[in-house]
């Protein structure tokens, strides 16, 4: 035990030593300071910070630095941090002991070197080595057990999170993404957003019969004409004219039933509005023939996609 | 308003007769130009509607389609002189009136041309590739066509029966001149010849020895099946014998309005700015153009009404050749003018 205390004064002073001797570089020095010199365990981090004054104009050669990983069977390098001030650089070294020591000894971190770029030329810096004490660990005596695994402890229970929270927000969200579908179905005119057939009939079928309960005049008859006109246009998506009936039919089939009447009523048409012969238009299709002719039209036009 | 109603029914009934005549002489061209010329149908309707409108007309089309050949029948069956020009860049406005040449004792004459020579009875004058010729030749040549009439030789020479046909060159932009719009306007109808397009005619076009010898062909219409004399009394009395009624007349008022605003008028064409599409033309000669083709379009038709359709029928080759465009759009012209005139007649409701 004394022994152990002598040699662990004598590292001390040896490390005391290094830290104190200035390195061999043309008066330039090198200084280690070490966090704590003894008690280091088997998996402790040895931290070091290592300052070396540099000469006006020079910068350190982060190349020549020493890589991360492992430096001896027993020291890992775990980081290296590199700090430049006027006139010095501080190396943050941190290893990793991974020396199992059965009693309490000196091991040596080894030393390095690093070049500083000073003008044009390269100038080598030697970091010197330095000792530091490594202790054993006390021993663990758990009571024997036979199963290996008896040695382990049962898991913690998990706790209950509170759920009603989540499945509010869950509920708000679900609820965020229906409302967010009512646009999209109105832009793609789904559901309730389907757009109806087009029913240009049944709109004049209903102007007709105001027309009819305003009493049979001339210009009513008139009206009723242009009002069969536009519906007519408004199913074609273009203007209809007397020599198109035939077109129109080709391309409605549902109306192709009522081509007679359809017929009559652009002559007729064309006679009170072209020939200024309304009366005689009158006479050859009444306004209750138009009336029928718009029935039957609206009642054609459901038969549409 | 009755009154005139009555007089005018009048009026049709005493034309009436006069005007079925005129309307089988019609139909008899119509098949006689139709005999030789097949494959235009079309362009032979549109060529009957403006010589019953007394009207001056400019074609259009590819080489070779048979513009001359259809213009040289419509000119035999017709009667009268036909006269071909060809316009050339060095052309001017002298060598229509004047022949010059040198005569056997070795002095330089100067005679009327053959243009002159035949003014009284001159009833076709095909000028050919009226853009190759320069604007002094254009402008002589507007004159005689809005005048019948030029001064030569201290005289002034008057052509009582002459129909003017231009062919504008469509293809080549060098060593041309573009017709100014004033020019354009002057003219009836733009009236397009395409070859063919059914087949059997195309067939019959290229294998039938009947259709290569251009003189043998026209000889297959014996002589003339109405006398151009009388076709300007004859545009009168049709002009007098078709009613417009008030609706066709708010309907071609209301066309009018669409293709000189098409914007206003809810007409949207791909790609156009329809604000700036149509800078001008459409002129109240134009319409009033238009309205005479579809009066004499309804004659044919054997109707003494004007109605829509006969408008539509006539619309674009009355109208588009009027229309001019924003300088941007004046390349695609053809296309855009087109359907610029489809558009407004599918907008402009009727009656």
């Known amino acids: 035990m004394v022994g152990r205390i002598v040699l662990a004064l004598v590292m001390v002073l040896l490390v005391g030593a290094a830290q104190a001797q200035p390195g061999a570089n043309d008066g330039q020095a090198v200084t280690v300071r070490a966090e704590r010199d003894i008690g280091f365990f088997a998996g402790d981090l040895v931290t070091a910070e290592i300052t070396i004054a540099t000469p006006p104009g020079a910068s350190l050669d982060r190349a020549s630095l020493p890589v991360p990983g492992p430096v001896t069977y027993w020291l890992d390098l775990r980081a290296i941090t590199v700090a430049e001030h006027k006139g010095a650089v501080t190396l943050r070294m941190t290893y990793q002991n991974f020396y199992v020591a059965l009693d309490a000894r000196p091991m040596e971190i080894p030393g390095f070197s690093v070049r500083l770029q000073v003008g044009g030329d390269a100038r080598t810096m030697d970091v010197p080595p330095w000792t530091i004490g490594v202790s054993p660990l006390r021993e663990v005596a758990p009571p024997a057990k036979e199963d290996p695994k008896a040695y382990l402890q049962a898991d913690r229970p998990a706790g209950l999170a509170d759920a009603v929270r989540w499945w509010a927000v869950a509920g708000g969200l679900a609820g965020a993404a229906i409302l967010a579908l009512l646009p999209l179905a109105y832009h793609h005119a789904w559901g309730p957003f389907r757009r109806r057939v087009d029913r240009p009939f049944a709109i004049a079928i209903r102007h007709l019969r105001r027309l009819e309960a305003r009493g049979e005049t001339e210009e009513g008859y008139l009206e009723a004409l242009l009002v069969l006109h536009r519906a007519l246009d408004r199913a074609d998506g273009r203007r209809v004219l007397a020599d198109d009936v035939q077109t129109f039919l080709d391309r409605h089939s549902v109306f192709a039933s009522l081509d007679v009447p359809l017929e009559a009523f652009f002559q007729a048409s064309r006679r009170a509005f072209f020939g200024s012969a309304s009366a005689q238009a009158r006479h050859d299709l009444p306004f209750r023939d138009l009336l029928v002719l718009g029935r039957a039209l609206a009642v054609a036009e459901r038969g549409r996609t | ?351």
């Open chain 2, 1 to 351: 308003m009755a009154f005139t109603e009555t007089a005018s029914m009048k009026d049709f009934t005493s034309n009436g007769a006069a005007l079925n005549d005129l309307r089988t002489a019609a139909n008899a061209l119509e098949t006689a130009v139709g005999q030789v010329v097949v494959g235009q149908a079309r362009a032979i309707r549109l060529i009957t509607i403006s010589i019953f409108a007394r009207g001056h007309v400019l074609l259009v089309g590819d080489v070779g389609v048979g513009k001359t050949t259809l213009l040289r029948a419509f000119g035999r069956a017709l009667g009268g002189a036909y006269e071909r020009m060809e316009g050339t860049v060095d052309m001017m406005p002298a060598d229509l009136l004047y022949h010059t040449f040198i005569n056997e004792d070795g002095r330089p004459r100067v005679e009327p041309s053959s243009l002159l020579a035949q003014a009284d009875s001159l009833s076709i004058f095909f000028f050919n590739e009226i853009n190759r010729a320069r604007p002094q030749v254009h402008a002589l040549l507007l004159r005689l066509m809005a005048e019948r009439s030029v001064t030569a030789f201290k005289r002034t020479y008057q052509f009582p029966f002459l129909q003017v046909y231009a062919d504008r060159n469509r293809v080549e932009k060098e060593e041309t001149f573009e017709l100014p719009a004033a020019a354009r306007d002057r003219f009836f109808m733009e009236i397009p010849v395409e070859a063919p397009t059914d087949f059997e005619a195309r067939r019959q076009l290229i294998f039938d020895p009947r259709f290569h010898d251009v003189d043998r062909l026209l000889d297959g219409i014996g002589g003339p099946v109405l006398d151009h004399r009388g076709l300007e009394m004859a545009a009168i009395q049709v002009q007098q014998g078709v009613h417009t009624s008030t609706a066709v007349q708010d309907y071609v008022t209301r066309l009018w309005d669409a293709i000189v605003r098409p914007a206003a008028a809810g007409i949207d064409l791909p790609a156009i700015d329809m604000d700036r599409l149509v800078q001008g033309g459409a002129s109240p000669r134009g319409l009033a153009f238009l309205v005479r083709a579809a009066r004499v379009r309804a004659w044919l038709e054997g109707r003494d009404m004007l109605v829509p359709e006969d408008v539509r029928d006539v619309f674009a080759e009355t109208m588009a050749h009027r229309v001019f465009l924003d300088p941007i759009y004046e390349l695609r012209r053809e296309t855009i003018v087109r359907d610029l005139c489809a558009a407004v007649l599918a907008t402009v409701p009727a009656p």
